[in-house]
Nanobody
Framework: QVQLVESGGGLVQAGGSLRLSCSAS????????MGWFRQAPGKERDFVAA???????CYADSVKGRFTISRDNAKNTVYLQMNTLNPEDTAVYYC????????????????WGQGTQVTVSS
């Protein structure tokens, strides 16, 4: 079983930055794929970024060049650095873990955090 706890959300002005963190329990963190999804009110949960165990990242087109996903296996933590934020980035951000591979579909991720709110004001 894997437990995920996000932190780092908050209110920021457009153009600003935030760094989200996700702390994972369990001894197999380094072998899992880790990802970030987000869900705005009334919308589906969308893929944001993911990082395989071999540290190959992938990003949604909407965040490429602005967001960076990284991981520290020694700390069992994955990060999402978000720069040049705009109001369209406002959402609850969820950390996710998968046993195998990378997927853009939230259905393929086995473990989820409780989410952290990110609000970007114009």
């Amino acid at each position: 079983q894997v437990q995920l706890v996000e932190s780092g959300g908050g209110l920021v002005q457009a153009g600003g930055s935030l760094r989200l963190s996700c702390s994972a329990s369990g001894r197999t963190f380094s072998r899992r794929s880790m990802g970030w999804f987000r869900q705005a009110p009334g919308k589906e949960r969308d893929f944001v970024a993911a990082l395989s165990w071999s540290a190959n990242p992938c990003y949604a087109d909407s965040v490429k060049g602005r967001f960076t996903i990284s991981r520290d296996n020694a700390k069992n933590t994955v990060y999402l650095q978000m720069n040049t934020l705009n109001p369209e980035d406002t959402a609850v951000y969820y950390c996710a873990a998968a046993n195998n591979g990378l997927s853009y579909s939230s259905d393929d991720w086995e473990y989820w955090g409780q989410g952290t709110q990110v609000t970007v004001s114009s």
